[in-house]
Structures are given as C-alpha cells and as structure tokens.
C-alpha cells in the first residue's frame, strides 16, 4: 500500500483545514487507517484512527472535539477534518495504515504497516 498524504497548509489560529490520504492498492479497506504528526524537536505522537468500516473512531485527547477523521473506502481515502486550530498543532502530519487498531490506540509507531509522506500543517498566531 503506497500512502499519499495533502491538503496541509499555513493557517492561522482558530482556522480549519483538512487532510487527506489517497492509497494505492485494492485493499484499502482491510486497513485500520490513522494520523500521527511530528512537531520540530518531537517524537512522533498519535492523533487520531479509524477502523475497517468506520464505525470506530478514537481519537487522542489533545484534539477531541476538534478534529474529525472519517475514511471513503470507494475512494480509497482517509480524511482529517481539523478546526480549531491552535499553535500547538503545527506539525508534520504522517496518514498510516495498519493491520489492527492496537498501535493507533496504544501509540505505538513500531507497530504501523505503512506510512505516507508527510504533509506540514503550520498554525499562526
């Protein structure tokens, strides 16, 4: 599964964007997909997943009520719709797929599939 991650941009604080994450391959929807960002000087930290079918969704504390992920399997996409935006949030954003919703929920970067490129998210204030 290749992942290609857009829609980053500079914003300022208060705004919205929303990133997707095209994948390649026909078994798009056999994938847990999810975000991780990474800010300058940081560890990567988790940000949000969703299953299979949609219909779980977790999400990590720092941006509950803000952001919203959601996937198209038609369209062999994943979503995530962010407002709100704060300082804080400025990062590189990762899209990532993997076999189980574990290492989403437990933060574990070790046990992602595949990862797409990285798309930067800058928030001004």
């Known amino acids: 599964v290749q992942l290609q991650a857009s829609g980053g941009g500079l914003v300022q604080a208060g705004g919205s964007l929303r990133l997707s994450c095209a994948a390649s391959g026909r078994t798009f929807s056999s994938y847990v997909m999810g975000w991780f960002r990474q800010a300058p000087g940081k560890e990567r930290e988790y940000v949000a997943a969703v299953s299979w079918s949609g219909g779980s969704i977790d999400y990590a504390d720092s941006v509950k009520g803000r952001f919203t992920i959601s996937r198209d399997n038609a369209k062999n996409t994943v979503y995530l719709q962010m407002n709100s935006l704060k300082p804080e949030d400025t990062a590189v954003y990762y899209c990532?797929?993997?076999?189980?919703?574990?290492?989403?929920?437990?933060?574990?970067?070790?046990?992602?599939?595949?990862w797409g490129q990285g798309t930067l998210v800058t928030v001004s204030s």
């Open positions: 990532a797929a993997a076999n189980v919703m574990r290492p989403f929920v437990a933060h574990d970067t070790n046990g992602v599939a595949y």
